[in-house]
C-alpha cells in the first residue's frame, strides 16, 4: 500500500517546520503551514517532484500563514483551513510581519474555511479535521489514524504544549483539546509538530510533563 513521505523546510527566523506530504506513487500531495521563505519551499517541492494540489494552515500566526498568499499564486492551488476564528490573524498577517521584522508576509483569505468534523485529502489519504484552540481560537490539526499519522502544529511539541501566552490564547481549553482530541489516540500515532522534532502521542502521554496526570 502506498504510504505519504514528508519533508520539512524550517522557514522564518521562528524557524517553523513548513511540511510537504505526499503519496509515494502518484507525487501528490500538500504543503502545510507554509510560513514563508516560499522560494525555498518551491525549491523543495521541485526538487522532490511533488505535484502540490492544496496549501493546509492549522492556525493563522505569521510563522504558519506568512507565506501562504504568495505560494498559492505561484503555484495556483487553493487554501484550506484554519477554522474561521483565525480570520482577524490572517487578516493582519502584514502587520505581524513588520511586528517581527518578516516583510514578505501578506493577508489571506482562505479558500476552505475548516470545522470540527470536516476532512481533508493529502495525496488521496483522508485526513480528520479537529478544533484545538487554545494557541489560537481557530488552531486546527490533522489526524489519519489508519495511517497512524497526525499533523497537530502548536498544538502538541516533543516535550512541550503549545503557547497561550497571547491576549487570546487559553491555556485552559488548549489542555482540554489534548486530553480529549489527541489523548484518545493510540500511542503508536506519530505527529508532525510546528517547532522542533516530531513525536508519537504515547511518547507525550509518557514523558511530556504539561500531560501528566491529564488523562486521569
Not at 517541492?45 to 505561484?74: F, M, N, P, Q
Request: charged fraction near 25%; charge should be negative.
Amino acid at each position: 500500500m502506498a504510504k505519504l513521505q514528508a519533508a520539512i523546510v524550517a522557514v522564518t527566523p521562528f524557524q517553523q517546520n513548513c511540511a510537504i506530504l505526499w503519496d509515494a506513487e502518484t507525487r501528490r500531495g500538500a504543503v502545510i503551514d507554509p510560513g514563508g521563505d516560499a522560494g525555498r519551499i518551491r525549491a523543495a517541492i521541485a526538487g522532490r517532484g511533488v505535484i502540490v494540489e492544496k496549501i493546509l494552515l492549522t492556525h493563522g500566526h505569521i510563522d504558519h500563514a506568512g507565506g501562504a498568499s504568495e505560494l498559492r499564486e505561484a503555484l495556483s492551488v487553493p487554501i484550506e483551513g484554519p477554522d474561521e476564528r483565525d480570520r482577524f490573524l490572517l487578516d493582519n498577517l502584514a502587520r505581524q510581519g513588520q511586528a517581527y521584522g518578516i516583510g514578505d508576509a501578506r493577508a489571506v483569505t482562505p479558500d476552505r474555511w475548516l470545522a470540527e468534523g470536516d476532512s481533508v485529502a493529502i495525496g488521496g489519504h483522508e485526513f480528520a479535521v479537529r478544533h484545538c484552540p487554545g494557541h489560537t481560537p481557530g488552531h486546527v490539526v490533522f489526524i489519519a489514524a489508519r495511517l497512524r499519522l497526525a499533523i497537530l502544529g502548536d498544538v502538541l511539541f516533543h516535550g512541550s504544549i503549545g503557547r497561550t501566552d497571547f491576549p487570546y490564547g487559553d491555556g485552559d481549553a488548549l489542555l482540554r483539546a489534548i486530553r480529549d482530541k489527541l489523548l484518545v489516540l493510540d500511542d503508536e500515532v506519530a505527529f508532525l509538530c510546528g517547532h522542533g522534532p516530531g513525536s508519537t502521542i504515547g511518547a507525550e502521554r509518557r514523558d511530556n510533563p504539561f500531560l501528566q496526570g491529564l488523562a486521569e
